[in-house]
């Protein structure tokens, strides 16, 4: 089984306090995501809860929330646009489980190839996405039907209590660390809107806002349990074709930004996750999706900061928030939908605020451009198109740089031995982006009749390095002279074809590692 509180420093107040604050911000957030992907509010309101509670329970990361997200939302919209919400359940269910099988095929660790400018860029951006989606919350409905700006006195009692509750979270915790400070916030805003019958927009009115003006006197957040049904779509080749390429966006986007998240969190608390089990908890989380009327989802980054934040460590504190949303839906739909909106977007204006990474600021001012570069491509790339596509654009980015800054850090000492040798003695790593310069080094036309190449202080990292040693053994031998390549691994004498014969064996000394070639694969 599994421990519901696992951390040394986790307790069950914090966990149960913090998790009935996350479950209050995560209503919002699963209704608006519900309608990004074009689906009905309590499909994301349900994905919330089965998120949140599956990969609470058994996943990688205790204190990591999951629900339903922004990120994965907008990749569903065009399948349920086509096909219709069925499809979409058998989409979540594929998703599933390919990311049971990343977890299983232990696909986790890759993460680590992320690197940290590209984690910067990524937090950044997500703190930005989360900053612009608040904004949302200061635009009604008009009579016509169109979005517009709050103007006036609604204008002005919005930002007044959106201002209260950061002043509370901020202000809160140099008193007392008791209650976490997002809960008594949104308790008093809450408490102060109903006392003294202020105008101000709530959940429900955020919820009728995105509804057919028909509907709006009838629009409830009040459900029942999930039910099991199998997704109403044929079993045939036809329709596992339509749902693969969703499916596999899905499973990706989910485990990049679940990942992601994980790592953040790891640093925040000094603990450490266990990414393969997260890929698994994403896994079921997302299948049971499938099979219980949910649209899936993964880590939210936003409510992570705020249990986190609010003290929440162990299993407990996302099994608690996952509960109490089920609670919310099954018996106190009301009270959610009495809570305003100011107070639930002056929490999250308060986890940008800690989300964002102030110090990549040093990274700009430093010399390092290359890094402020890849900061800022992420950043701009998770705002303008998706968090997959930024993550994979900035490791891309990272990699090229790294190999062209690399590329000229191979050397070569030469001297002439006792027995008029040449030797050169190589020094950098020999791979795809320094054989331009591994070439120039050397000179076959008046080099004497014999040559050494010393790898003792080099390494042949890839399949273009074994060509480009290849090659200049051609070059020696066309000017009838002899090569002599000593230091090697066992491995790139067996993969050399042109220049195996003049390599120099030394057993004892001879290091041993591999390289990266497909002849191995």
């Known amino acids: 089984m599994f421990d519901i509180i696992t951390q040394r420093d986790s307790n069950i107040k914090n966990d149960v306090l913090s998790g009935i604050t996350v479950a209050l911000a995560l209503v919002p957030e699963a209704v608006a995501f519900a309608f990004v992907a074009g689906v ?10 089965m998120m949140g509670l599956i990969t609470s329970a058994i996943g990688g990361r205790p204190g990591m929330i999951s629900g339903a997200t922004g990120a994965m939302a907008v990749v569903m919209v065009a399948l349920v646009a086509q096909h219709g919400v ?29 690197p940290y400018p590209v984690m910067l860029g990524f937090v950044n951006g997500l703190a930005i996405v989360i ?13 016509l039907g169109n979005s517009v700006w709050m103007q006036g006195e609604m204008l002005y009692l919005m930002l007044g209590l959106t201002l209260l509750t950061m002043a509370i979270i901020f202000l809160l915790p140099k008193l007392t660390s008791a209650v976490p400070a997002s809960l008594v916030a949104i308790l008093t805003v809450t408490a102060l809107v109903h006392g003294l019958d202020l105008e101000a927009r709530t959940v429900i009115d955020f919820v009728r806002d995105m509804v057919p003006a028909a509907q709006k006197d009838s629009v409830t957040l009040a459900g029942e349990l999930p039910s099991f049904a199998i997704p109403m779509v044929p079993l045939t080749w036809e329709t596992f074709m339509i749902v693969l390429p969703t499916s596999v966006i899905l499973a990706l986007v989910g485990l990049i930004e679940s990942l992601l998240t994980l790592s953040l969190i790891d ?3 000094n603990t450490r996750g266990r990414g393969n089990k997260e890929c698994v908890g994403q896994g079921v989380a997302n299948t049971v999706n499938g099979f219980f009327g949910g649209m899936g989802g993964c880590a939210m980054i936003g409510q992570s900061m705020i249990n986190i934040n609010s ?3 162990g299993r407990l504190s996302g099994i608690t928030a996952a509960v109490v949303l089920l609670g919310f839906i099954l018996f106190a739909a009301p009270m959610i939908e009495m809570i305003p909106l100011a107070a639930l977007v002056g929490v999250m204006f308060m986890v940008v605020i800690g989300t964002f990474e102030w110090a990549s600021f040093r990274i700009v001012r430093g010399v390092n451009k290359e890094d402020a570069f890849v900061l800022f491509l992420v950043t701009a790339i998770t705002v303008i198109a998706d968090l997959a596509v930024a993550v994979v654009v900035g490791v891309i980015v990272s990699a090229l740089v790294f190999a062209w800054k690399h590329a000229t ?7 002439i031995d006792k027995d008029g040798w040449k030797v050169y003695e190589l020094d950098g790593p020999l791979f795809f982006g320094s054989v331009q310069h591994f070439r120039d080094l050397f000179d076959p036309e008046n080099d004497p009749q014999d040559v050494v190449i010393d790898f003792n202080e080099s390494r042949i990292w890839d399949s273009s390095g074994l060509d480009a040693l290849d090659s200049l053994a051609d070059k020696y031998t066309e000017q009838g002279k002899k090569l002599h390549i000593r230091h090697i691994s066992q491995e790139c004498r067996d993969l050399l074809t042109k220049a195996q014969d003049y390599v120099e064996m030394n057993v004892n000394e001879d290091p041993r590692y591999r390289i990266a070639s497909d002849e191995l694969g």
Do not use: C, N
């Open 40 to 49: 009905e509010p309590m499909v994301g309101l349900y994905a919330a809860f």
């Open 86 to 114: 069925q499809y979409l359940f058998a989409a979540v269910i594929l998703a599933g489980i390919l990311q049971i099988l990343a977890g299983v095929f232990r696909l986790g660790k890759f993460i680590r190839l992320v």
């Open 131 to 143: 900053f612009l989606a608040q904004l949302g919350q200061f635009k009604i409905v008009d009579e």
């Open 267 to 269: 640093d925040m608390t």
């Open 311 to 313: 003290g929440g460590r």
């Open 409 to 415: 850090h191979i050397i070569a000492r030469s001297h």
